[in-house]
């Protein structure tokens, strides 16, 4: 029933930044929990970031911890995730789902899975 769509992804340069966004086709957002996931060609997908509901709890992986933000404006059905200070291992295709919550292994169960948007760090 969710739909979401990512977008915001491009080449930039080591130390450069992205922000992705993650819209839903509805105005139902607030309804669900949301994770950032990438994959990497021949890579296991990997969980990035995720949000609660309202915002009130986050976690990270730890390769990103410090240098991504996750965010959400329920007002305008979006998750953000900003990605500053990034490297070449962050290249990967990022992908928006909903999970069940934002606690412990939030990152073993996702549906409604967007397209998503490539991401490349490169000189």
């Known amino acids: 029933q969710l739909q979401l769509v990512e977008s915001g992804g491009g080449l930039v340069q080591p130390g450069g930044s992205l922000r992705l966004s993650c819209v839903a086709s509805t105005s139902t957002l607030h309804y669900y929990t949301i994770g950032w996931f990438r994959q990497a060609p021949g890579m296991e997908r990997e969980g990035v970031s995720c949000?609660?509901?309202?915002?009130?709890?986050?976690n990270y992986a730890d390769s990103v911890k410090g240098r991504f933000t996750i965010s959400r404006d329920n007002a305008k059905n979006t998750v953000y995730l900003q990605m500053n200070n990034l490297i070449p291992e962050d290249t990967a295709v990022y992908y928006c789902a909903s999970i069940q919550s934002c606690g412990q292994r939030w990152f073993e169960l996702a549906e409604s899975w967007g397209q998503g948007t490539q991401v490349t760090v490169s000189s």
């Open positions: 949000i609660s509901r309202f915002g009130d709890s986050t």
